[in-house]
């Protein structure tokens, strides 16, 4: 198996626009950029959590988590909703 060459790549991006046509390859284009972004978003914050979780078990810093806000797509502010947390009730 050898190194892809141009005829190969344009065999294949000739299939993909006989396959799903011109009007909806733009359309996935963009699905699949705005799922990276939210990935990425997502391990972003994820990384940030597991440093603020560092910091607390470490003592350095007490302060009160902020709430948390779930966000349809990263910049998207009309239908970010703010969640609730569940409050822990011991009972004994």
């Keep these: 198996m050898g190194q892809v060459g141009i005829w190969q790549i344009a065999i294949i991006a000739g299939l993909l626009l006989l396959?799903?046509?011109?009007?909806?390859l733009p359309d996935m284009a963009r699905s699949l950029g705005k799922s990276a972004r939210i990935l990425k978003s997502e391990?972003?914050?994820?990384?940030?959590?597991?440093?603020?979780?560092?910091?607390?078990?470490?003592?350095?810093?007490e302060q009160a988590p902020a709430p948390k806000?779930?966000?349809?797509?990263?910049?998207?502010?009309?239908?970010?909703?703010p969640v609730?947390?569940?409050k822990r009730t011991t009972q004994g």
């Design 43 to 61: 391990a972003a914050a994820m990384k940030n959590e597991g440093t603020a979780e560092s910091n607390a078990d470490s003592g350095t810093a």
């Design 69 to 81: 806000t779930i966000q349809a797509a990263p910049g998207d502010v009309t239908t970010a909703r």
């Design 84 to 86: 609730e947390e569940p």
């Design 19 to 24: 396959l799903f046509g011109a009007k909806r």
